[in-house]
């Protein structure tokens, strides 16, 4: 069993920027993966960003945040942050940490979510 707790979000203009951070605690496995996945209100959720345990952690992106978004990881803490820069209004939704051991969909865990509100 694993928790993971959001942290970050908020309201921000159009081309602003926010930070999100999720730490995972328990028992945490050697290889998994994790990353945010959101969903906006009447959407499915979707995948915003992930990152792998491995050395240097393989990152992947969906298209729509491509050289906007930013994953990484801060291994002491045992966290994955995402920073968020040149934000649309179209990024508004309630963004959800995700972990996965050995990348397994049927083990994985969810934070509780965290909105982010971009607007005018």
């Known amino acids: 069993q694993v928790e993971l707790v959001e942290s970050g979000g908020g309201v921000v203009q159009p081309g602003g920027s926010l930070s999100l951070s999720c730490s995972v605690s328990?028992?945490?496995?050697?290889?998994?993966?994790m990353g945010w996945h959101r969903q906006a209100p009447g959407q499915q959720r979707e995948l915003v960003a992930t990152?792998?345990?491995?050395?240097?952690?393989?990152?992947n992106y969906a298209d729509s945040v491509k050289g906007r978004f930013t994953i990484s990881r801060d291994i002491a803490v045992n966290a994955v942050n995402l920073q968020m820069n040149n934000l649309k209004p179209e990024d508004t939704a309630v963004y959800y940490c995700?972990?996965?051991?050995?990348?397994?969909?049927?083990?994985?865990?969810w934070g509780q979510g965290t909105q982010v509100t971009v607007s005018s």
């Open positions: 990152i792998t345990s491995g050395s240097g952690g393989r990152t």
């Open positions: 328990g028992r945490i496995s050697r290889v998994y993966l």
């Open positions: 995700y972990y996965a051991p050995y990348g397994l969909k049927s083990e994985s865990s």
